[in-house]
């Protein structure tokens, strides 16, 4: 069974920066693309940014381009958000996801995490 878990959410005012992290846990053979999704009130999911297995790409909504920065560690299988200039129209459920391929089937499967709420005060 994998899971991911995210952590980090809260409530800051705008100006502020905070950090998610995800964690991967279960019987994984290998993670590829991980990646930050958000979903606000009334709106469509959408993607934060995503990076590849080795970290050599990473992939940014234009909304989040020079504040937000994602990073993964492999060894530890967690992924990571840093969110600076944090403003109230980054409020949102945060969702991390992972495309991994489990022991159980060795198939190339997308799991998502519960969400971690972030609110961003004017």
């Known amino acids: 069974q994998v899971q991911l878990v995210e952590s980090g959410g809260g409530l800051v005012q705008a100006g502020s920066s905070l950090r998610l992290s995800c964690l991967a846990s279960?019987?994984?053979?290998?993670?590829?693309?991980m990646g930050w999704y958000r979903q606000a009130p009334g709106k469509q999911r959408e993607l934060v940014a995503s990076?590849?297995?080795?970290?050599?790409?990473?992939n940014y909504a234009d909304s989040v381009k020079g504040r937000f920065t994602i990073s993964r560690d492999n060894a530890k299988k967690m992924v990571y958000l840093q969110m600076n200039s944090l403003k109230p129209e980054d409020t949102a459920v945060y969702y991390c996801?992972?495309?991994?391929?489990?022991?159980?089937?060795?198939?190339?499967?997308?799991?998502w995490g519960q969400g971690t709420q972030v609110t961003v005060s004017s």
């Open positions: 990076i590849t297995s080795t970290s050599d790409s990473t």
């Open positions: 996801n992972a495309n991994v391929l489990p022991f159980s089937t060795l198939t190339s499967t997308n799991y």
């Open positions: 279960g019987r994984i053979f290998r993670i590829n693309d």
